[in-house]
């Protein structure tokens, strides 16, 4: 899994990715530690997509209403739904660092999260090259609390893809997901080709030029 450095350096509120050399050695202490305590699993499952005339979304196993969402998924037909997380052991990791070295709990949380996305990517790209292989183009993954994307949506996701039995990611009450490194995301099939970066509109070119840009 390649840790974009560049990202734990902006989680962590460093300008121009350049660490002091205090920094740079705890962010490669924690990667290796991350390495060996993480446990990634994911699970998907792909749904026929129908846009309705009012705006909502059938998503086959829950429906929605999201203009944000709707926008990204223009012109697709289909979706993967995705759950990944690289578990319970990276919480225990820096909630230990958090209590007995809280910089180096500070550098775990950034490198951690910097992690989820790693795998994310590295998911998503799998997914990239096998909707290619019948001919669909992917859209960026959007997940619950994007824009209007209702969180609440967390429920239906965890229900359709038995998330807790198959990678072990179960929900608070208030819809946070436990291990706190998990994400869940809607990813659009289309048809129409458009070169998606895998890590999001945020860091994509097309910055005035793309209908289905998310906010
Ligand atoms: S802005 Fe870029 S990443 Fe976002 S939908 Fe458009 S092409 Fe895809």
């Known amino acids: ?9 902006r989680y962590l509120g460093i300008r121009q990715g350049e660490p002091d050399a205090r920094t740079g050695d ?25 846009i309705r005339k009012d705006g909502s979304l059938d998503l086959t196993c829950f429906q929605v209403k999201s203009k944000n969402l709707k926008k990204n998924l223009e012109g697709c037909d289909q979706i993967i739904l995705f759950a990944a997380t690289i578990g319970e052991a990276v919480d225990r990791l820096i909630r230990r660092y958090m209590k007995t070295q809280v910089s180096k709990g500070v550098v775990m949380q950034a490198v ?11 998911v998503n790209l799998d997914f990239k090259r096998k909707a290619a292989q019948e001919e669909y183009f992917l859209r960026p993954r959007f997940s619950p609390g994007y824009g209007d994307f209702p969180l609440e949506c967390q429920k239906e996701i965890g229900e359709a893809l038995k998330m807790e039995k198959t990678c ?5 009450d ?10 869940t995301a809607v990813i659009g099939m289309s048809r129409q080709e458009i ?21």
Do not use: F, W
């Open 1 to 9: 899994m390649e840790i974009n450095r560049y990202e734990v350096c």
């Open 195 to 215: 070169s998606c970066q895998l890590e999001g509109c945020e860091v994509c070119s097309k910055q005035n030029d793309c209908p289905y840009r998310r906010s």
């Open 26 to 50: 705890l962010i490669d202490e924690c990667q290796a530690e991350l390495m060996k305590a993480a446990t990634p699993r994911m699970v998907h499952r792909t749904y026929p997509l129908t």
């Open 112 to 122: 951690s999260a910097a992690m989820i996305e790693a795998y994310c990517n590295e």
């Open 174 to 183: 208030s819809l946070l997901m436990l291990p706190s490194k998990s994400v």
């Open 168 to 172: 072990g990611i179960t929900l608070t």
